[in-house]
């Protein structure tokens, strides 16, 4: 158990519709990032929040969108969805970031698997 | 964040050695390299990282050669749940964000 919690576990929806996905980083940490993985493709970096703040953007779609909550807690919403969507949807969070900051691992929740029909 | 090349597939016995390669040839002086596995779909699971000496924990070795331009993670006596896809990251200090390669799939068989 990495400590990282996402919900739901799976989650089935018609395309055009909108889903968020929810992710509980471990106690004290204060990055989560956000990554897509499709059948056919690796872990797509998609966003990166640190203490509620937004800090890198990968290859995020523009009808996705993510928040970071004061009690750390993300959100990653997907609208307009299409069948393509359909992938594993991680989240990771971890303690440090930051120019001088001793790079520490990043621990991963055990996905939510979006099926869009 | 450096490029890195792995092979795309490998098998091992099991309760032999597994040594896994990778080469980051453009690697710079302040980048960790970092590896992680994925097992069958599962969330990525942490396994090593180090700068530029060898590091050792109690899930494997990681061996960096001297100019830096390729480590080795070794899995001292592979089970059958080591199978897995290993990730091998170059992450500088301060980045953020870990870019994920295609990874070698690691076969362990009985």
């Known amino acids: 158990d990495s400590g990282v919690t996402q919900t739901p576990k799976h989650l089935i929806t018609a395309t055009g519709q909108r889903v968020t996905l929810r992710c509980s980083p471990r106690s004290g940490d204060l990055s989560v990032y956000w990554y897509q993985q499709s059948l056919d493709q690796g872990l797509q970096f998609l966003i990166h929040y640190y203490n509620g703040e937004e800090r890198a953007k990968g290859n995020i779609l523009e009808r996705f969108s993510a928040q970071q909550f004061p009690d750390l807690h993300s959100e990653l919403n997907l609208s307009s969805l299409e069948l393509g969507d359909s992938a594993l949807y991680f989240c990771?969070?971890?303690?440090?970031f930051g120019q001088g900051v001793m790079n520490t691992e990043a621990f991963f929740g055990q996905g939510t698997r979006l099926t869009v029909v | 964040d450096a490029k890195t090349t792995q092979p795309t597939s490998m098998d091992c016995a099991e309760g032999r050695a597994a040594n896994l390669p990778c080469n980051h040839s453009t690697i710079s002086g302040n980048e960790y390299v970092y590896w992680y596995r994925q097992i069958h779909s599962q969330g990525p699971q942490y396994i090593i990282h180090g700068l530029k000496n060898n590091e050792t924990n109690e899930m494997a070795s990681l061996i960096i050669t001297e100019d830096r331009k390729s480590s080795t993670l070794i899995l001292p006596h592979a089970t059958l749940r080591d199978t897995a896809v290993y990730y091998c990251i170059v992450r500088g200090l301060g980045t953020d964000k870990l870019i994920f390669g295609t990874g070698t799939r690691l076969q362990v068989f009985p």
């Open positions: 990771a969070s971890s303690v440090s």
